[in-house]
């Protein structure tokens, strides 16, 4: 089993919104709310989960998946 970050998938939102984070060959995409995709930094990543999973924003959820995939 893969366990590097790019087999992860992070979920933020509301009972409203979600925005998906993951990471691919380049680096961290974001796909907001409305589709938009905005590329990030793992930084920036971690100031829009920290909020959440610390209780400062307490109507987010955060779901993470993990799915597999192949090797190239």
């Known amino acids: ?3 590097t970050n790019d087999t992860y998938t992070i979920s933020i939102g509301t009972k409203n919104f979600t925005e998906r984070y993951f990471r691919d ?8 709310a409305r589709g938009k995709t ?8 971690l100031n ?3 909020p959440a999973l610390s209780g400062v924003k307490s109507n987010l959820t955060v779901k993470v998946e ?5 090797e190239n």
């Open 1 to 3: 089993m893969k366990l």
């Open 25 to 32: 060959k380049v680096g961290w995409m974001k796909i907001s």
């Open 38 to 45: 905005f590329r990030m930094t793992a930084e920036q990543v």
């Open 48 to 50: 829009h989960l920290l």
């Open 66 to 70: 993990h799915k597999e995939r192949s």
